[in-house]
């Protein structure tokens, strides 16, 4: 069985003013499975991540040429309005975000603005399920009116992932999403990742190599705003193609 692709990325070219932050970047992110996204800092990973939700038009500074196909449509045409592919879309950020709202209103937020459920027994049900597929409810069903930011860290990113799919995105987009956490914490959201990632198409930006081997199908190791390689992450990992790879796994370039 073929893989089918969700995203694809063709002849993708990224500036700030006069600086290129991406050069020509071809690459396809299959459905259903965690593309991880290595490399050094400033090499351009968070850049990629936030053209495709086109969170860099919101930078006046930023210019994005090329094409970035979602399901045959390319995002960046006239037609398509970015409110509603950001709705198709969720993100997750490095530090845990929460509304300054009660648990409740950080999950019901988006379905809200979205008009998603049509009564508030219905919107009850969403942010349930929501919070119980982000791993959380239990831990916080009898608080769940008290604010979002007294809950931990660890917490607090699991309710920001319960906000992400309460509009039932088909991609979630997480962007060094346990770089904040601890040990213990990180290790819950792994797991989770492991879980979603049945229902939707993950691509997450992370700092740590242990944790690309552990939670993705497939990754990419950008290198100064250039894709170096993109495989099976096994095949990354084990056996890459590319010297500049090998040299950032094995710790030589970083």
Do not use: W
Not at 135 to 156: A, F, H, M, V
């Amino acid at each position: 069985m073929t893989e089918k692709t969700k995203i694809t990325t063709k002849k993708l070219n990224v500036f700030y003013e006069e600086k290129k932050a991406l050069d020509n970047i071809n690459l396809e992110i299959p459905a259903k499975k965690v593309t991880s996204l290595i490399g050094p800092s400033g090499c351009g990973k968070s850049t990629f991540i936030r053209c495709l939700n086109r969170m860099n038009d919101t930078i006046e500074t930023c210019r994005v040429e090329g094409k970035i196909i979602i399901d045959k449509e390319d995002i960046y045409s006239k037609d398509v309005d970015p409110v509603l592919l950001r709705a198709k879309i969720g993100m997750v950020f490095q530090k845990p975000n929460p509304f300054p709202k009660s648990i409740f209103e950080n999950v019901a937020y988006g379905p809200k603005i979205h008009g998603l459920t049509n009564s508030d027994d219905e919107l009850e049900g969403l942010v349930i399920k929501s919070l119980k597929k982000a791993g959380l409810y239990d831990e916080i069903k009898d608080r769940i009116n008290e604010p979002g930011t007294s809950l931990s860290g660890g917490q607090q990113q699991r309710l920001c992932i319960a906000r992400a799919i309460a509009v039932s995105p088909e991609i979630i987009l997480m962007d060094e999403p346990c770089s904040a956490l601890d040990p213990i914490a990180t290790a819950v959201i792994e797991e989770l990742i492991d879980e979603l990632v049945k229902n939707y198409t993950i691509v997450i930006v992370t700092h740590s190599m242990q944790q690309a081997a552990r939670v993705s199908q497939q990754t990419a190791f950008f290198h100064m705003g250039n894709l170096v390689e993109v495989g099976k992450t096994e095949k990354i990992f084990s056996m890459p193609k590319q010297k500049k790879t090998e040299d950032y796994i094995t710790g030589k370039i970083g």
